[in-house]
């Protein structure tokens, strides 16, 4: 029977596995889960897709019922922000003004929106959406015949287009980079997404940045989205989807290393001892790649959150794993396995135009990642050559006459761990 | 409300009494049955809700599509008894049903 304290900082998804992980690895002492929004730990990703459009009840958003914190005893404080670290007394102050005293500190603190930073921007009718809060901003709004411009092409802003769209708005979409999803993919899977949105009646602007915001003077609470051709796109409503900004201010300001995100180890511990991060905010080694990387994914949260538990309990769990992704866009479902960053040949497996399809990248022949649309088991396949370091050739990753599941070439079971997928710089 | 029995992989059995329309992932999940994580939210796309069904209930449940066939490929212990149980949605056919959680799972 332990005595000893866990303070988590960030109720979301990270937040929540801590606690949760704590229990499952055994850790007997108190936890207490801090977050600054006043409701129990939910997940994200359904607040651009399945809850945005109204098909999902709010309380099957939530991680655990609230009954669940109290079973397993894990207290937690909401609406509560953190003001600020003492590492010399392993203690934290409550804007509130209350103190707390931890002996393991986990800083689960996540990331916010990045904000456009255009004049107008502060405009009532500009949305983010980020937070259970953002969502029901939305709502009212979100109706049919509608006007909605969304600002950027990544995740959130196709998932809120399609929504939009199959809900009867009038939707553009200006998208800053030459195709959407410019950084997490590669063009040819960009230009699918942009091919299917327009045909789904969404217009689309690539290469195009928003210089303004500005109140359309001739019809009451419109807005005019100013493009930078000139452009003045009439809205009801602005949602912008930019980005996140990792949440390290409290970090850094306790003196812990940040270098894009909040510097970790495998295990998830940071440069002061009995502090921890995980999820959104955490800058991490990932050995399978041998670089660092800060995700933002659930798998990243739940997985590297289980290793700070782990390592909190004493138990050797580093965090080794594939990253894997996923959005969900009308009849679509792309599951990305890995990390494409560097590769220099992308294998296309089945065909584009039929919406069932799998893009592989390479780099000097080495899997580095897949793109699957409508596709699970190549995302399945690709995910266990990653993890157990296959090998594959572009030959018979194209050739669909060779079922997903036996792609891996054979008798090639040598692990490439030691080699990994190391890349010399990555964009 | 369906009747629905987890048994975990020391043998620990509970009942759980599922109202029709929602997946044994959901209602494991809102009763703290152990053994179902459910990352994903129940979108097919983690394959942490797996469950062996009790051999006399598989051939009752609806038949698997291609994802949760593939999705399963990333469970250590598949069998032909294996569903995910985001997959299964409690209906009256299903009242008594038996599912197992796998020991690597939690």
Redesign the interface.
């Known amino acids: 029977m332990t005595t000893e304290t866990v303070v988590i900082v960030g109720g979301g998804q990270a937040g929540a596995q801590s606690a949760v992980s704590l229990r499952?690895e055994g850790f007997t002492g108190r936890i207490v889960l801090i977050g600054d929004e006043p409701v129990l730990p939910y997940?994200r990703?359904?607040l651009s897709k399945t809850y945005l459009a109204g098909e999902l009840a709010k309380e099957?958003l939530f991680i655990?019922?609230a009954?669940?914190y109290d079973?397993v005893n894990i207290e937690h404080m909401l609406g509560q922000a953190v003001n600020a670290i003492d590492s010399s007394r392993q203690q934290i102050s409550l804007k509130g003004g209350q103190n707390l005293s931890y002996d393991h500190l986990i800083l689960a603190t996540g990331g916010r929106v990045r904000p456009l930073s255009c004049p107008g921007a502060s405009h009532s009718g500009v949305h983010y959406l980020r937070t259970l809060a953002d969502v029901e901003a939305m709502q009212g709004k979100f109706t049919a015949g509608a006007r909605l411009v969304v600002i950027g092409g990544g995740y959130v802003g196709l998932e809120t287009a399609a929504v939009a769209v199959k809900h009867g708005l009038k939707v553009t979409l200006l998208v800053a980079r030459p195709t959407p999803l410019g950084r997490v993919t590669s063009p040819e899977v960009g230009k699918f997404f942009e091919d299917v949105h327009r045909e789904a009646g969404v217009t689309l602007c690539c290469n195009t940045e928003v210089k303004a915001i500005e109140d359309d003077v001739d019809n009451g609470r419109a807005l005019a989205v100013v493009t930078d051709s000139g452009y003045r796109v009439l809205a009801d409503m602005v949602v912008v989807g930019i980005g996140l900004l990792p949440n390290v201010e409290l970090a850094a300001a306790a003196g812990i290393a940040c270098d894009d995100g909040i510097v970790v180890d495998e295990y998830g511990r940071t440069s002061i001892d009995n502090i921890y991060a995980a999820g959104d905010c955490a800058n991490h080694p990932n050995p399978i790649y041998q670089r660092r990387m800060r995700l933002e994914s659930?798998?990243n949260a739940?997985d590297q959150s289980k290793a700070v538990a782990a390592t909190i309990c004493g138990k050797d769990k580093p965090y080794a794993q594939v990253p894997w992704f996923?959005s969900?866009q009308y009849d679509l479902?792309l599951?990305t396995a890995g990390i494409n960053s560097g590769y220099d040949q992308a294998v296309v497996r089945g065909d584009i135009a039929s919406r069932s399809f799998a893009v592989f990248y390479l780099r000097k022949g080495r899997l580095l990642a897949v793109d699957a649309i409508n596709r699970?088991?190549e995302?399945?396949?690709a995910?266990?050559i990653l993890s157990k370091g296959l090998s594959v050739s572009a030959e018979r990753l194209q050739d669909e006459s060779i079922p997903?599941?036996a792609l891996p070439d054979e008798h090639t079971e040598e692990p490439v761990k030691k080699e990994g997928l190391s890349q010399q710089q990555v964009a | 409300m369906i009747k629905v029995t987890y048994i975990e992989s020391d043998g620990t059995s509970r009942d759980v009494n599922v109202e029709e329309g929602v997946n044994l992932m959901?209602a494991a999940?809102?009763n703290?049955v152990p053994g179902i994580?459910g990352?994903?939210?129940g979108?097919?796309?983690?394959a942490t809700c797996h469950v062996h069904v009790e051999a006399s209930w598989i051939d009752k449940l609806k038949p698997m599509d291609?994802?949760e066939?593939?999705?399963l490929?990333?469970t250590d212990d598949r069998n032909e008894s294996s569903r995910l149980g985001c997959q299964i949605i409690a209906t009256p056919e299903l009242d008594g049903l038996i599912v197992y959680t796998p020991e690597g799972q939690?």
């Open positions: 499952q997940q990703p359904p099957r655990k019922p009954a669940f079973k659930v798998q739940v996923w969900d479902k599951q699970p088991a995302f399945v396949v995910r266990n997903a599941k | 959901d999940l809102d703290m994580d990352d994903c939210g979108v097919c796309a983690c291609e994802t066939d593939a999705m490929e990333l939690h």
